[in-house]
């Protein structure tokens, strides 16, 4: 019996690429012959990671699908088609009308993906969403078959890579570091933390300093409007990093005071778990996936108002009891995703689910 | 889990830097988002490109991950909808399908020169970096 991955696109350093790459090493682990498929891949992957689907082998009944779901493509179509037990990852997609004023492509890209997953709710076996909002998401789709939740495997190890020094030794002085992750995207709502940053400033900390790091790629006017906001507000030491190495990332959560998200739809949101990781206390707006992944810990608020906001940064940043449960709390929410852990889950789940077809 | 969390009482502090807030007379108005427009800033964006090889990386990974392109993008409808279109994509497809391999194949070779080019920029940054560095030690020397 075969257990193959299918996706999309495979590249080097997303999340779904990594959880792929992680899945496959539990599944050959497992003793199974296994191989990762996709569409597209990314040509800095170490050779032979991933195969493209047009070279996949004939596969028979008893062999198995992991199809992991993250966007619009044809392929949700098409893995239908194969007469083969089928498990479907879903990762969750941006509903379309958060890109609507910026991206139109965008938006049809997220709705088309979104067709897609409805299209397969009565084709699949069984379904791992990475969290209770993906399986619920999934749930309203009509998916009838079983669902559980599996969270996105993350390589901790890379995170022990060194820091980039350049950018340490940069912003490695006096003033308070807020930091967010994520591609600039309107549905990770940016301009909150650029507000929350601008009240900060003002009343807290003058030599305070926000670092958003994400690519801008495809979002150039969500991007374009976020500097002009910063500019109208005339709020100063707001660093839109762009494109950056891996190294450079990692220097930004060491640098970190304060981890701020104001996101809007997440169907995981790995930067949570990577502020866990680095001990930066987190900040978070109560929504989708988010509450989910913090799981009690970290700050999880239910009022976007920037001026509060601020007010909260400035108290993990002056209230050291507060700020030290915070990182024991992230401490011990952290642990839910080892890799070890994480990995004995889905050899449970795969093992009940083929037992039980 | 075998470690307990500590509870915080998340709405408590909450209600006391809302408190702090009014105390310190703190004005919470300010520009609102939607009030912008960032058509200038694109426009300003767009004229002045500036070179950046995380960039260029980045797009040409992006240019790679998007080279193949699909025939047709399923739409789903009714039966007779579905029926419809499954036949005007049989009648299409002899038009259709040799089109988009030429693009296709135009794609992998845009995707080839990106390629070459990118690593021709990489081969000289360091080329530049080893000569910069030479330089400087050359002129420590002659001091």
């Keep these: 019996m075969k257990i193959i991955q299918i996706l999309t696109t495979i590249s080097f350093g997303d999340a779904v690429s990594n959880d792929t790459i992680a899945l496959r090493d539990a599944l050959l682990q497992m003793g199974y012959e296994t191989a990762i498929y996709a569409e597209n891949i990314d040509p800095r992957l170490p050779k032979g990671t991933a195969k493209k689907v047009k070279y996949m082998p004939p596969l028979g009944k008893d062999d198995v699908i992991l199809y992991h779901l993250s966007t619009g493509t044809e392929l949700n179509y098409k893995v239908a088609k194969y007469q083969t037990k089928k498990i479907l990852v879903y990762h969750s997609v941006t509903p ?54 599996l969270p996105i495997l993350i390589a901790f190890e890379d995170y022990k890579k060194a820091p980039s020094r350049k950018v340490l030794r940069k912003y490695r002085t006096e003033g308070t570091n807020i930091l967010f992750t994520g591609r600039i995207a309107p549905n990770k709502r940016q301009e909150d933390v650029i507000a929350a940053f601008y009240h900060y400033k003002k009343y807290y900390d003058p030599k305070a300093r926000l670092f958003l790091v994400g690519s801008y790629a495809g979002m150039e006017s969500y991007y374009a409007k976020l500097w002009s906001y910063v500019e109208e507000l005339g709020v100063q030491d707001v660093y839109f990093t762009g494109h950056i190495k891996f190294d450079e990332i990692l220097a930004y959560y060491h640098l970190a005071d304060v981890f701020l998200c104001t996101s809007e739809h997440e169907g995981f949101c790995v930067p949570l778990v990577e502020a866990m990781y680095f001990q930066v206390p987190v900040i978070a707006y109560d929504c989708a996936a988010i509450g989910g992944t913090l799981g009690g810990s970290g700050l999880l608020v239910s009022d976007k108002d920037p001026l509060l906001l601020a007010g909260a940064v400035n108290r993990l940043r002056t209230d050291d009891e507060l700020r030290n449960a915070i990182l024991e709390n992230q401490k011990i929410r952290l642990q839910s995703f080892e890799q070890s852990r994480v990995k004995a889950q889905f050899v449970d789940y795969l093992t009940g689910f083929l037992k039980g077809k | 889990m075998t470690e307990t969390m500590q509870p915080i009482d998340v709405e408590k502090i909450m209600e006391e830097i809302r408190a702090e807030i009014k105390a310190k007379g703190y004005d919470n108005t300010m520009l609102s988002f939607r009030d912008v427009d960032g058509t200038e800033k694109l426009n300003r964006m767009q004229m002045e490109v500036k070179f950046n090889l995380n960039e260029l990386e980045y797009h040409v990974q992006q240019v790679n991950l998007r080279s193949h392109v699909e025939w047709y993008h399923q739409v789903e409808g009714g039966k007779l909808a579905n029926l419809f279109k499954k036949v005007i994509r049989k009648l299409t497809r002899f038009m259709i399908i040799p ?37 400087e030690e050359e002129k420590k020397e002659t001091k």
């Design chain 2, 99 to 135: 089109v988009v391999e030429e693009q296709n194949a135009q794609n992998e070779a845009v995707f080839d020169a990106l390629n070459q080019l990118l690593a021709y920029v990489k081969e000289q940054e360091d080329v530049i970096t080893d000569l910069q560095r030479q330089l």
């Design chain 1, 96 to 149: 379309p009308e958060f890109f609507l004023p910026y991206s139109q492509a965008a938006a049809q890209l997220c709705q088309y993906g979104l067709d897609g997953a409805k299209y397969l709710a009565d084709k699949m076996d069984y379904c791992l969403a990475d969290s209770e909002f993906n399986k619920n998401d999934l749930l309203e789709m009509g998916y009838q078959c079983p669902v559980d939740v």
